[in-house]
């Protein structure tokens, strides 16, 4: 089999997406990518690869690309690599606006590349047997879905974090998409949406730092995401909780175990193997995975573009929403 060409740009959180493809039987990893050239020459030291601090220098030597860099360069670098022949994993978001999104979908669909969102959550075992646990009826239906991504966010004044039309929003966008994507990989297609933001503890921001979302699937089941990176102390019960006619199933807060609850007690449906050593590319291990699957068999990715855009959608709708004056 010969192995597949990779380079992974932007090393914060591209640095998991290296050790990953450094260890995929399919990847040969090539290249891996830093403004911070100390940063990128001691990871390149690590996995025994090349480095640079200019991804355009090195795409003649690969034949996949995975972008990890801050959000409004998604589009026009996803654009350059396409137009190059390369494929491409995308870190969320997949752009900031609607049209950059459906221009990154067009180009990749014309030029006869892979075009894959990194939606880590989505590839998780656990995530997969939950999904596996609501389809099978087993727990009726569902009635009502939580989800808690609560955790403080040290303040990074003057950065692209803290800019809305760079990061493309506020924590809903930037974060609670990977959980709206999993509440929709779920539940269904959403038929009405509604979403509060508070900038109250992360003024640093120009987006909302907390934010409650609702979401009223067309099966008649309803959602809630908190998300926050103003939370100091929190406790919530699990990440996620999906509330059925005949039960309830619980995934952890580390997202590797799901609970199911029923009148005949609590049975763990998925837990961690102990021989499965948890390291810094164990979570994206599966998404890389799959994107290599895809670029050898021609498959189309599970979470492609158009299935990212519809995340995002739902976000902009939910983002858009407005509440009713309360008058006392």
């Known amino acids: ?15 998991a997406h290296a050790h990953a493809f450094k260890k995929a039987e399919r990847s040969d990893l090539r290249w891996v990518v830093d403004l911070d050239e100390r940063k990128a020459a001691k990871t390149a030291e690590e996995l025994g690869c090349n480095y640079s601090t200019d991804w355009t220098k090195i795409l003649d030597d690969v034949d996949a690309v995975s972008l990890c860099t801050p959000h409004h360069l998604h589009a026009p670098q996803a654009l350059q690599a396409i137009a190059a022949g390369k494929h491409v994993l995308l870190e969320k978001p997949l752009a900031n606006s609607e049209e950059d999104c459906l221009g990154i979908i067009d180009a990749a669909d014309r030029k006869g590349v892979t075009l894959m969102m990194a939606y880590v959550v989505r590839y998780l075992p656990a995530v997969r047997k939950l999904k596996e646990a609501v389809d099978s009826g087993e727990y009726g239906k569902p009635i009502s879905a939580q989800a808690w991504v609560q955790t403080y966010l040290e303040p990074i004044l003057g950065s692209w974090f803290a800019s809305k039309e760079k990061l493309g929003g506020g924590v809903l966008f930037s974060h609670g998409c990977h959980y709206i994507d999993i509440l929709l990989y779920l539940l269904g297609e959403p038929a009405r949406v509604a979403q509060f933001g508070t900038r109250v503890g992360t003024e640093w921001m120009e987006g909302e730092g907390t934010s409650h979302g609702i979401i009223q699937f067309n099966s008649g089941a309803i959602a809630h995401l908190n998300s926050s990176w103003g939370m100091k ?27 199911a609850v029923t009148d005949k007690g609590t049975t763990t449906l998925f837990k961690r193997q102990p021989e499965l050593e948890l390291g810094i590319d164990t979570n994206v291990a599966f998404e890389i995975e799959h994107f290599l699957q895809c670029i050898e068999s021609g498959a189309r990715p599970e979470t492609d573009g158009i299935e990212a855009l519809r995340s995002h959608r739902t976000i902009w709708a939910m983002s858009g929403s407005t509440g009713v004056q309360v008058n006392l």
């Open 1 to 15: 089999m010969e192995k597949i060409r990779t380079a992974v740009v932007g090393l914060n959180m591209g640095l």
């Open 233 to 259: 102390y929190t406790n919530p019960p699990a990440l996620c909780q999906i509330h059925l006619t005949e039960g309830m199933l619980q995934l952890s807060r580390d997202l590797w175990s799901v609970e």
